[in-house]
């Protein structure tokens, strides 16, 4: 009886829990508009150092940015090459807090390496271009704090990359489910950036000194629409799992290519006279390209992982 009422008193205290061995419990996850994301509390001191340094060095370039967005002709070259700093910077405050948060190595990646091309551009800018305070002010800043956050997220970059300790609490121990997870990932991510760079391309042709016509401005109007419904389609449409969307996805991808390909032509008549400009142009629409074939492969292996198993963990 005594053996009896020590079983019954053992179930009424409940199952042993992870506390009651010695095992520290992972850090609870917490549901947002973006998904499942660890709580600020449970990011490590590197981690938080590394947020504040980025926030301080956003900052510091937006204000900047904004200064001289105000105080430079809409018909200067740096006027073009604010607006597409200052995309640059709103998408780095999403990289940057999002990537920590959800331990998203592409993300801190893509942050490392537009803030080393945001440093080389500043540096160029200000030895090349009319100096001033303001210009020399920027590129301070920039060449102090930009190196300790390439290093930092390099570090991190490797570290979410190795551990998936996020992944691992959100879809289990399953290695295949794992693997569909982070390429789901690397799909949100390069989607993200597929749209930063589509946006800066948009500012590039329409804000520049190149000759822009009424069909550019109507294509350039449609595409931008087009763009960002794209972006929402495929987003929604692979996090989903819905085949039809993912249909209509696949139909819209090109679009962009060609448009890019047709302008990057236009752009080598004026290169000799806007050479800052078209540059830049250039580069952009390279890497708008490359982003966008990516972006179009991985969704591939994103589609043919609909109705595994991913959808339901992302739901528990």
Not at 38 to 58: A, G
Not at 87 to 115: D, M, N
Not at 184 to 205: E, P, R, T
Request: glycine share 8%; charged share 15%; proline share 2%.
């Amino acid at each position: 009886m005594a053996e009896a009422g020590g079983e019954e008193q053992r179930d009424s205290v409940g199952p042993v829990s992870f506390a009651d061995l010695g095992i520290p419990q992972p850090p609870k996850l917490q549901d947002t508009l973006l998904g499942k994301a660890r709580q600020f509390q449970d990011v490590e001191m590197k981690e938080r150092v590394y947020v504040v340094v980025s926030v301080i060095t956003l900052l510091a370039t937006f204000a900047f940015t904004v200064y001289k967005i105000a105080t430079v002709s809409t018909s200067d070259p740096d006027f073009t090459f604010a607006l597409v700093l200052l995309v640059s910077t709103l998408f780095g405050s999403y990289y940057v807090v999002h990537g920590v948060l959800q331990e998203r190595a592409t993300e801190i990646l893509i942050f490392s390496i537009a803030t080393f091309a945001v440093l080389i551009y500043l540096i160029v800018n200000y030895a090349a271009g009319k100096k001033d305070s303001v210009k020399l002010g920027r590129l301070i800043v920039a060449a102090v704090l930009c190196p300790v956050l390439v290093a930092m997220g390099a570090h991190l970059c490797v570290q979410y990359y190795r551990s998936g300790n996020l992944i691992f609490r959100m879809v289990g121990a399953n290695a295949q489910l794992q693997f569909m997870c982070r390429l789901l990932f690397l799909f949100f991510d390069c989607l993200k950036f597929d749209l930063q760079l589509g946006i800066s391309m948009v500012i590039l042709i329409l804000v520049s000194r190149l000759n822009v016509d009424t069909e550019d401005i109507v294509v350039l109007s449609v595409g931008g629409t087009v763009t960002i419904a794209w972006f929402f389609l495929g987003y929604y449409t692979m996090k989903r799992e819905n085949k039809i969307g993912a249909l209509v996805f696949f139909v819209f991808s090109p679009l962009e290519i060609g448009y890019v390909i047709y302008k990057l032509v236009q752009v080598a008549d004026y290169i000799n006279t806007y050479s800052g400009v078209a540059g830049s142009t250039i580069a952009c629409g390279i890497l708008a390209l490359s982003v966008r074939v990516i972006v179009m492969i991985v969704s591939v292996f994103v589609v043919r992982n609909f109705n595994k198993g991913l959808k339901e963990k992302g739901k528990s």
